[in-house]
C-alpha cells in the first residue's frame, strides 16, 4: 500500500491550459502539504491544510488554488499555466510525534 | 526568518571513502534537525532526524547531530558505496513539536560515489 500517492507521475501540457494534481494518503495524518522542486532541486513548501482548514499559503501566485476535501486528500488545481511553473510537486502529510511522508512527485512540463 | 544552508556540491567521493556534508541552521525557537534523501527519479525519503540539542540522528551508517552551539548538523558516513549516490537535503521544521509545521529545507548536496 502506498502511505501518499500523487497522481499524474508526469504532466505534459501547453501554456494557458489549466491542470490538477491529485494527492491522496492513507496514513491518518492530519496535515498535508504541497512542495515545489525546482530545476537547482531547491525545495519551498506552497500550501498546508490540517484537516481540511488551510493554515499555510507561502507567497504563490493565486493560479495556484489547494482543495482539501477531506483530510485525506489534497488537489492542487493550477491555471493558466506558464513556462515557470515546470517543476516537479510533491505532496506530503504529517502527524504530531510521527514526522512527515512524502509522496513521489509529480513531474509538470509546461511547453 | 529561519533557513538552512548546505555545502555546495556536487560531491564526489571514492567507494568506502568518508563523507561529510555540512549544514547549518538560522532558527528563532527549538527546531527539529532533519536529513532527507532523494534518489534519481525518486521522492524524499527521511534518512535520520533529531529533535533537541545533543540527540544524535543514525541510520544506514549515517549520522548527524544536532549541535546549538555550533547551530550544526552535519551527515557524516563512514564508508560510502556507490548505492549512496543521491541528494541529500538538510531541513529544519519550524514549530515546538517539530513534526506539524512546515519544513524548511537546504539547497540540496548531490553526492557521486564512484567505484
Known amino acids: 500500500d502506498t502511505a501518499v500517492s500523487q497522481t499524474p507521475k508526469y504532466l505534459v501540457t501547453q501554456m494557458g491550459n489549466d491542470k490538477s494534481i491529485k494527492c491522496e494518503q492513507n496514513?491518518?495524518?492530519?496535515?498535508m502539504y504541497w512542495y515545489k522542486q525546482d530545476s537547482k532541486k531547491f525545495l519551498k513548501i506552497m500550501f498546508s491544510y490540517n484537516n481540511k482548514e488551510l493554515i499555510i499559503n507561502e507567497t504563490v501566485p493565486n493560479r495556484f488554488s489547494p482543495k482539501s476535501p477531506d483530510k485525506a486528500h489534497l488537489n492542487l488545481h493550477i491555471n493558466s499555466l506558464e513556462l515557470g511553473d515546470s517543476a516537479v510537486y510533491f505532496c506530503?502529510?504529517?502527524?504530531?510525534?510521527?514526522?512527515?511522508?512524502f509522496g513521489s512527485g509529480t513531474r509538470l512540463t509546461v511547453v | 526568518g529561519d533557513s538552512v544552508t548546505q555545502m555546495e556540491g556536487p560531491v564526489t567521493l571514492s567507494e568506502e571513502a568518508f563523507l561529510t556534508i555540512n549544514c547549518t541552521y538560522t532558527a528563532t525557537g527549538y527546531p527539529s534537525l532533519f536529513w532527507y534523501v532523494q534518489y534519481p527519479g525518486e521522492g524524499l525519503q527521511l534518512l535520520l532526524k533529531a529533535t533537541k540539542a545533543d540527540d544524535k540522528g543514525s541510520n544506514k551508517g549515517f549520522e548527524a547531530t544536532y549541535r546549538k552551539e555550533t547551530t550544526s548538523f552535519h551527515l557524516e558516513k563512514g564508508s560510502v558505496q556507490v548505492s549512496d549516490s543521491a541528494v541529500y537535503f538538510c531541513a529544519l521544521s519550524d514549530l515546538g513539536s517539530g513534526n506539524t509545521g512546515k519544513l524548511i529545507f537546504g539547497q540540496g548536496t548531490t553526492l557521486q560515489v564512484k567505484p
Open positions: 506530503a502529510s504529517s502527524q504530531v510525534n510521527y514526522g512527515y511522508t
Open positions: 496514513l491518518g495524518h492530519d496535515t
